[in-house]
């Protein structure tokens, strides 16, 4: 019995271990861009503090994509010289420019998602994330979104004290 859970324990641990080191891998291989968001909701009693995020091309997309067919797809980003991303197109397969970027969504209630929205942060720490401007999120080829910090208006990490 004892090392039936002993054995169990180090599977689950080693699957833990196995999901860290997927979401580091894909940190580091692939490029960052931010998308500019507007805090809601920034507290939740049940889970701490957090941050709800809404992005300004999840709602730019809704309103392109709201009599689509499907609940799910890609919308198109172009990105300006600081690699801020604004809304340009729904997806329909053409190729990208340069200078833009594919971004997998999900409509969830009403709600254009793209996978990145919510940020927790240490108790009493809300105050320093109040002033984020940009998201700044890792993009997969295929779209998927990793959200790695908040940035305020000159795009500089926030970094409480």
């Known amino acids: 019995m004892k090392s039936a859970f002993l054995v169990t324990s180090a599977l689950v ?3 833990l271990n196995g999901i860290v080191i997927q979401k580091e891998q894909f940190i580091q291989s692939h490029d960052s861009l ?3 968001l507007a805090p809601a909701d920034p507290r939740s009693l049940m889970q701490g503090d957090y941050m709800a ?3 300004s091309v999840s709602n730019e997309a809704r309103s392109n994509a709201w009599n689509k067919e499907t609940e ?3 919308f198109v980003v172009a990105l300006d010289d600081r690699r801020i991303g604004r809304f340009r197109r729904i ?3 053409q190729p990208l420019a340069n200078n833009e970027q594919r971004i997998r969504y999900r409509v969830r209630n009403w709600r254009v998602r793209i996978g990145a929205e ?3 942060f240490q108790e009493g720490h809300g105050p320093a ?4 401007k940009y998201g700044e999120l890792k993009v997969s080829p295929d779209g998927e979104c990793l959200l790695v910090g908040l940035r305020d ?3 500089k990490p926030i970094k409480p004290e």
């Open 153 to 155: 208006a000159d795009l």
């Open 72 to 74: 799910n797809g890609y």
């Open 129 to 132: 994330y109040a002033k984020a």
């Open 13 to 15: 641990l080693a699957a």
């Open 34 to 36: 931010y998308l500019e």
């Open 91 to 93: 997806d329909a397969g």
């Open 118 to 120: 919510s940020f927790f």
């Open 53 to 55: 995020l809404n992005y």
